[in-house]
C-alpha cells in the first residue's frame, strides 16, 4: 500500500496524506498557482472533469495550508 507520511516540525505532527492530497503535495513545488493548476488536471483529467478537478484542487491547497504543510505564494 503506497502512503505519504508528512512531518509537520512546529508544532510536531505527522500527517498521513490520501492519495490527492499526495499528488497536490508533490505538485506545490514552487511553480505558479497556474502550473500546478495544469499538471493537476493533467494528472485527473481522466477520472474527473476540469470544473470538479478545479474544486478538488481548491480544497486540496487550502487543507494543506490550514495544516501548515504548504505556504501560499504572494503575488503583486
Request: one cysteine or more.
Amino acid at each position: 500500500m503506497k502512503s505519504c507520511v508528512v512531518f509537520r516540525p512546529s508544532p510536531p505532527k505527522l500527517f498521513m496524506l490520501n492519495l490527492n492530497a499526495w499528488l497536490i503535495f508533490e505538485l506545490c513545488d514552487g511553480s505558479s498557482p497556474h502550473d500546478v493548476a495544469q499538471r493537476y488536471r493533467k494528472n485527473v483529467g481522466s477520472q474527473m472533469s476540469d470544473r470538479e478537478a478545479g474544486r478538488q484542487l481548491a480544497i486540496g491547497i487550502k487543507n494543506l495550508h490550514d495544516q501548515g504543510l504548504i505556504e501560499l505564494k504572494v503575488t503583486d
